[in-house]
């Protein structure tokens, strides 16, 4: 029969354990001091694609993503030295992989047995796909524009800092370009509301497409917009934005059987050595946009002013 050291250590046989941790919905892996897995239960072969056969008396590695072995081994020592239980949801993300080698999300438990004479460690597995999905969805919903799908100000904000750092750190440019449109409030109210948004998603859908990996389409508000531009200087941020300015004066949107165009000023600037925060870029890159409007809207205004692109 199982019993329980003084420790609460439970202390039981292979025989008798089968049968319960086969009843559990999570998948169980119990490994001892030399990382070889002990004992599964059929579950844990369902989640991991393989025989319980195969995995009785491999390594744990089996099922860990390889770029984390080297860490969970040192864990697993360490776990062994000095072993505190681990409850569900102690460990912020984790994944396990299968053997067709893709990743499987999950939250593990972890406490020590005695199993048939041996010290070892019994490890309670779940599948928390559904769960990291809708962390993922709200993280992401947090972060971005309904409307357009762009990242909303904050995230803006977040990057923009980042990028700040990154750029103090490597010496490499990044340069922003915050745009405005021209006249919006005549658009709604020749259009309608809707109208409006019809040119707000279209343009943000056509600028993501000429966006590279690593630039940053955002929503800043109702009608402005910002993009951040990685690894790129103030003159070809200019020539991107003259690029976007020319694209969108070209578009065409309609409401019912009406077509219209809508055009854009905007203004460009790049991080220098002396910004002490994020805020003194997006602080040139507002004032170029200003001069833009002042100078007759439709155009780019670089945060030197000597980049100014007129309409024809
Ligand atoms: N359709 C639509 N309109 C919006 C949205 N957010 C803000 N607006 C409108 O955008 C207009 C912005 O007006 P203003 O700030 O006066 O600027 P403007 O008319 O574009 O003029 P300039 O910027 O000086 O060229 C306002 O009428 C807002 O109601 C939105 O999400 N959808």
Redesign the pocket.
Known sequence: MPTKKNNNQLVTTSEHLLPFIESLPDAVVIVNADHKIVLVNSRTGEMFGYPVDVLKGADLMTIIPELHRGKHRQKVDAYFQKPVNRPMGAQKRFSGVRADGTEVPVDIMINRITLDGVTVAMALIRDVTYQRELEDRLTLDSLTDE?TGFYNRKHFKTRLEAQRSGFLRSGLPTSVIMF???????I?DQFG?AG??IV?VNVASMIQKELRPLDVGCRIG??EFAIILPNTNLESAVAFAERIRQHIERMEFRVEERRFHATVTLGVATFSSMDRTSDAIMKRADEALYAG?AAG?NCVVSQDALTRTEAD
């Not at 405005?180 to 005549?186: A, E, G, L, P, Y």
């Open positions: 409307m405005d449109f021209d006249h919006f409030k005549h709604n509301h409006g948004d707000l109702g009608e409007k809207r």
